[in-house]
T-cell receptor, first 114, second 115 residues
Framework: SAVISQKPSRDICQRGTSLTIQCQVD?????MFWYRQQPGQSLTLIAT?????????ESGFVIDKFPISRPNLTFSTLTVSNMSPEDSSIYLC???????????FGQGTRLTVV | AQSVTQPDIHITVSEGASLELRCNYS??????LFWYVQSPGQGLQLLLK??????LVQGIKGFEAEFKRSQSSFNLRKPSVHWSDAAEYFC?????????????FGTGTRLQVTL
């Protein structure tokens, strides 16, 4: 299984600011994903981070709010822009395992917007 | 579109008792099915997965799950629960079109274990 490191692990941010979350994997992976877990809720896929091209966003998520970078096969960032208290969530990075038949998750970034 | 239903939001069992967590899915073909566990303040850990073949799959920590196509279910079981099993459990479905790692999650079941 892949080892995934997310930074920061948690943060408290002022509304109107932006936060960039980093996801580093210990091996090259084809597919990387970003999920959001709102308080007491399940995980919702935000987007698929594609290496060398723009991310693919799920319904309800837009690039202006959640810009994503994927500069290489081991790293991705998710930015939460112009934050409001409704953005308070855990954001998780996920990577595809071999043959894209399973997914591994980072520890998550717990974001609180005040 | 695929979907996952976990009917039980919260379950309490005594340590040593058996456990079954329910999961129902909706998908047009045979899905890839997963169970994950999330301990407080932790990320998600994969317990087990089903793609094809034997419908009873074994996972880590003594968990198993049974795929029942006729019932569109993939229930998680453990014969004897330990206090350390208290956590949130998520059932998830992945597409069988080469992107099984792109998941749709159920709402989760919170397991409480009493001593």
């Amino acid at each position: 299984s892949a080892v995934i490191s997310q930074k920061p692990s948690r943060d408290i941010c002022q509304r109107g600011t932006s936060l960039t979350i980093q996801c580093q994997v210990d091996s090259q992976v084809t597919m990387m994903f970003w999920y959001r877990q709102q308080p007491g809720q399940s995980l919702t896929l935000i987007a698929t981070a594609n290496q060398g091209s723009e991310a693919t966003y799920e319904s309800g998520f837009v690039i202006d709010k959640f810009p994503i970078s994927r500069p290489n096969l081991t790293f991705s960032t998710l930015t939460v822009s112009n934050m409001s208290p409704e953005d308070s969530s855990i954001y998780l990075c996920s990577v595809a395992g071999q043959k894209n038949t399973e997914a591994f998750f980072g520890q998550g970034t717990r974001l609180t917007v005040v | 579109a695929q979907s996952v239903t976990q009917p039980d939001i919260h379950i309490t069992v005594s340590e040593g008792a058996s456990l079954e967590l329910r999961c129902n899915y909706s998908y047009g073909a045979t899905p890839y099915l997963f169970w994950y566990v999330q301990s407080p303040g932790q990320g998600l850990q994969l317990l087990l997965k089903y793609f094809s073949g034997d419908t009873l799959v074994q996972g880590i920590k003594g968990f198993e799950a049974e795929f029942k196509r006729s019932q569109s279910s993939f229930n998680l079981r453990k014969p004897s629960v330990h206090w350390s099993d208290a956590a949130e459990y998520f059932c998830a479905v992945g597409q069988n079109t080469g992107t099984a790692s792109k998941l749709t999650f159920g709402t989760g079941t919170r397991l409480q274990v009493t001593l």
